[in-house]
């Protein structure tokens, strides 16, 4: 208010007017006081107690919302269902963080301000319940979920409700203060006004204005108020009624309780609850009159609202007394009512999964069992009844108790402890039970407890006591097997190795084998390490040989059987096992050789069987010139040399077939003189012309038991690797052989001759020597000096095998650059060996009837020749076929059948059985240059009379002939 104008009056209408001017000062100062309280008073009412109980009420209804939200997460099946679940709850939760921050800026009062503290607290008290429910739901543990949600979470959100409902309860009482306020301002602003009206009009007047004004804007404040307060009213989810006191008839519906019930607004104005379909049982309107005023609120919970249709709906009633009115909301939960009674029947059906579980349950608070299934009690040998309400740690083996004690309470306590352990119960008879447990915590009538699902393991446990034995006892084979076990890593570490594989490599424990380093140190050349992973990473495995070294140098061969396998944290190894084949490899290496041997002896055969018949034709050829010549003429001579030519070839063919015919080994008396010179012959023409060849033959005979062709391959042994040892520089090579008699013992490579007779073959070269270390080595088999390609080192161990099985010894001496000599002793024979005498007199001949079957033209127009000469009848074919077909139309035109071995179609020893089945005492000679299948005992066993080997002289085909003949 301005002040007034001053005028120029007398100084008492100054005075007067001054003192008026006071009072009307202070009278404007009182009045200007209590504008502003009404004022402040107002603005305090819009700003603060209606907008903080307008946001309790909104708050209230999106916590409702949330938590029925919250259910369907835990109802709904479907992802998509849940997510939009708690996506509606996330929103549900922002408008209740959004109205409690208005309750929180807006609140008047320390008591207010610790109730939105408190609100605040609760609602962040939600979120973890909120949170582990989510959690359990998709952990697919929904029933666990359901029991958080109907129990903890519904009774937190109760909690929380009623915490909001204390706020709007102490808002409105604020609101309700406020406004009692204003009304005594104003009622003692007007008798001030009316007090001062004569002494101040215009002031009056002007408070009067100023304050109308303020009344305006708060009246125009509040209407902004209701118009925000009717937007939530017909907004609300929740149906709402205004009802009007004392008989509570309804004055106003909300759009939501119409859309509950059916009514239209227009049915619900007027009425009373009852007629809109509130049960009857509700109180009377004095009642819950007495009720609110008590207490503020009034509750009716599971209501059955009867809607307009007749329709039944699951409904709870919350009222709260307001200044004039009651608001009456009704709130739809027949969803609640029907997840209520789906969790009701799930958690029967829960109870009876658990009653009839094939594994056993238990559960217990503080140690004492609450809970136990028929399962677990069968395991143990018990009642369920007779369990229930001991101690669990009872049941438990003495040597777990604790242990499951300290797990079960650290659980409870929500420390960090194992879900999942074994342990042992004791059954009502003390017996052991072995057990797995899945231990989880749970709510269980309003206590934290320790549920398990026990499942018994006994037949495991016995599994792996077994399998612990099977394991001991397999690496106890393992280490005690006759071939090396390893396991290594990728880079070659040694992860194993058995006692055999430590032995093999000359080590002395495995530690010393591991700190090798890597396996790969063990390879003869470690860079074939990279290619045996390659391989076995390859093909998963593999199966091959590998030269390796011992821990003194020393070769060794080793056989491979590797796999790749993985360990218990899936990184690739490489196990398996060696197997020591140097002796084998040696034996292959021998194998080899022979079947080499084997190969010349069947080249040798093929070569006589065709050198033969060219020789019988020259030889046979000579005889029937040298009878048509007479002893003067020059061509008498010639043909004598080209007959004994021919006699020599074939004895050096028989030499040769000798030395590689495939026969068991035959010991009998022999100058072995004779022996030796026909060797000499055969090979002087190997050794080359720089070394000078002489030898000593003793004239003597030198008789030993013996085998001939063993005898050659010493002496070819001998003398080739004497040659060999001179074949740049040249040398003098000597073989000397004499009979001798030891006055002493003799020391050998490896044995001690006793006194006595022996025949002595020495073999001298002039060569480059051998040098003293390796003179031990040098009768080992495979150990040659030789390069690559050049020699196997089985000459001389095959000397020493010889002379060893002749009973004889052998002897080396050597200087290097000087040469080297080689003495082998055989006992010599005392007794006189008989040699076989050349026939020689007049060949006789006869007049009987031969067949003569060969598959060579020419031998037999030759033997036909030199046969007929003789006085005999002879038929001859190349066809054997034919020759059996003649003897089958009449066997008894022929005397005797001669017929070669070696022959197409049939063979002379199948041509000789059919002959003798048909006419078992026919004479049959076989004459044969070479063959495996026949010799001469088996002609003797198939009853043939005669075997000759080709080429056959005259005189001896023809003393053959004589013989079997005149024995017929």
Same mark, same amino acid.
């Given at each position: ?75 709904? %099946? ?95 009482? %604020?609101?309700?203060?406020? !406004? ?307 396991? /290594? ?11 055999? !594989? ?201 008789? /030993? ?104 010894? /052998? ?47 020419? !031998? ?109």
């Amino acid at each position: 208010m301005g002040k007034p104008k001053r005028m120029s009056v007398t100084r008492r209408l100054i005075l007067s007017f001054s003192a008026l001017i006071s009072l009307f000062f202070l009278f404007g100062l009182f009045t200007l006081y209590d504008i502003h309280t009404l004022t402040s008073l107002t603005s305090t009412i819009y700003h603060h107690p209606l907008v903080v109980s307008n946001a309790a009420l909104q708050s209230n209804t999106s916590i409702a919302k949330m938590h029925r939200n919250m259910k369907d997460v835990v109802l709904f %099946k479907t992802l998509s269902k849940i997510q939009s679940s708690i996506e509606a709850v996330n929103e549900e939760e922002e408008k209740v963080h959004e109205h409690l921050d208005i309750v929180k800026n807006r609140i008047l009062g320390e008591e207010g301000k610790a109730l939105a503290m408190q609100a605040r607290k609760l609602f962040d008290e939600w979120r973890p319940i909120r949170e582990e429910v989510i959690r359990l739901v998709f952990e697919d543990q929904r029933e666990k979920a359901g029991e958080i949600t109907t129990g903890k979470g519904a009774g937190h959100v109760a909690l929380l409700e009623e915490k909001m409902l204390e706020l709007t309860k102490y808002a409105r009482k %604020k609101a309700s203060d406020f !406004m009692h306020e204003t009304e005594r301002v104003h009622s003692r602003l007007n008798v001030v006004t009316i007090l001062f009206w004569l002494l101040g009009i215009l002031t009056s007047t002007a408070v009067a204005f100023f304050t109308i004004k303020q009344i305006l804007l708060a009246e125009k404040q509040l209407q902004e108020s209701e118009t925000k307060y009717r937007r939530l009213f017909e907004t609300a989810n929740d149906g709402i009624l205004l009802l009007e006191k004392p008989e509570l008839k309804i004055l106003h519906a909300n759009p939501a309780i119409t859309e509950l019930l059916g009514y239209s607004i227009e049915e619900f104005v007027g009425g009373n609850l009852k007629d809109v379909g509130i049960p009857e049982d509700i109180d009377t309107s004095q009642e819950i009159l007495q009720i609110l005023n008590r207490n503020g609120i009034y509750n009716y919970s599971d209501a059955l609202l009867k809607k307009k249709d007749g329709q039944i709906v699951d409904a709870d009633i919350h009222m709260v007394n307001k200044a004039k009115l009651v608001q009456c909301n009704i709130r739809d939960i027949t969803e609640r009512k029907l997840t209520e009674k789906a969790l009701l029947e799930s958690e029967e059906r829960y109870r009876l999964l658990t009653q009839k579980s094939l594994t056993g349950i238990y559960i217990h608070v503080g140690g004492f069992l609450k809970f136990v299934n028929n399962r677990f009690a069968e395991m143990l040998g018990y009642a369920p009844e007779e369990m229930v309400g001991r101690q669990y740690w009872d049941f438990i083996h003495p040597e777990d108790r604790e242990m499951v004690k300290n797990i079960s309470l650290a659980m409870a306590r929500g420390e960090v402890a194992p879900p999942e352990y074994e342990f042992r119960h004791q059954n009502k008879d003390g017996e052991t039970v072995w057990v797995h447990n899945l231990a989880t915590i749970i709510q269980y009538q309003g206590q934290i407890a320790n549920m398990g699902n026990l499942t018994q393991i006994n037949d495991r446990k016995q599994a792996e006591e077994a399998l612990r034995e099977s394991e001991a006892r397999y690496r106890e084979i393992l280490e005690n097997v006759l071939v090396g076990a390893y396991q /290594v890593t990728l880079d070659g570490k040694f992860l194993f190795a058995n006692r055999k !594989m430590i032995r093999m490599f000359g080590f002395s424990s495995y530690e010393e084998l591991k700190a090798t380093g890597s396996i790969a140190e063990l390879y003869a050349r470690p860079e074939e390490r990279t290619e045996v992973v390659d391989e076995i990473i390859s093909n998963g495995f593999i199966n091959d040989e590998f030269e390796f070294k011992r821990k003194n140098g020393q070769s060794i061969w080793v056989k491979l059987h590797t796999r790749k396998a993985t360990n218990k944290d899936g990184a690739i190894i490489l196990e398996g096992l060696m197997e020591d084949v140097t002796e084998t490899k040696k034996m292959a290496t021998l194998l080899q050789q022979s079947q080499k041997m084997e190969a010349i002896g069947t080249l040798a055969g093929g070569i006589a069987h065709d050198f033969n018949n060219i020789l019988a034709i020259i030889l046979g050829n000579a005889e029937l010139a040298a009878d048509d010549v007479p002893d003067w003429n020059p061509a008498s001579a010639s043909l004598k040399e080209i007959h004994q030519a021919s006699i020599r070839a074939k004895d050096m063919v028989q030499q040769l077939l000798a030395f590689s015919r495939k026969t068991d080994e035959e010991s009998k008396p022999t100058n072995i003189a004779k022996i030796i010179k026909e060797s000499m012959k055969m090979l002087r023409s190997v050794i080359p012309t720089s070394v000078e060849f002489k030898q000593h033959i003793s004239d003597d005979p030198c008789n /030993v038991m013996g085998d001939a062709t063993q005898i050659n391959q010493i002496v070819m042994n001998l003398v080739t690797n004497a040659a060999d040892a001179m074949s740049e520089e040249g040398g003098f090579l000597e073989v000397t052989l004499e009979n001798i008699l030891l006055q002493e013992e003799k020391s050998c490579f490896d044995w001690v001759l006793s006194p006595g007779p022996y025949v002595r073959l020495k073999v001298r070269d002039t060569g480059e020597g051998i040098e003293p270390k390796i003179m031990d080595r040098i009768f080992e088999p495979f150990y040659t000096t030789k390069e690559v390609g050049k020699g196997t080192g089985m000459g001389l161990s095959l000397i020493h095998g010889i002379v060893k099985r002749h009973g004889g010894g /052998v002897r080396a001496e050597s200087e290097l650059g000087k040469g080297t000599l080689f003495e082998i002793y055989f006992p010599a024979l005392e007794k006189t060996v008989e040699e076989e005498k050349a026939p020689n007199g007049e060949i006789r001949g006869g007049s009987e009837r031969i067949l003569f079957v060969d598959d060579e033209e020419s !031998m037999v127009n030759l033997n036909r020749q030199r046969l007929e000469r003789l006085g005999y009848q002879v038929k001859t074919t190349t066809q054997p076929l034919e020759a059996l077909e003649w003897f089958k139309t009449d066997p008894d035109q022929f005397d005797v059948i001669i017929t070669d071995m070696t022959m197409p179609r049939m063979a002379g020893d199948r041509l000789a059985a059919q002959v003798l089945e048909i006419r078992p005492h026919m004479p049959v000679i076989i004459c044969t240059g070479y063959s495996e299948r026949m010799s001469e005992k088996k002609a003797e066993a198939l009853g043939v009379r005669k075997y000759i080997e080709k080429p056959i002289e005259l005189r001896k085909l023809a003393s053959a002939l004589r013989e079997v003949l005149d024995e017929k």
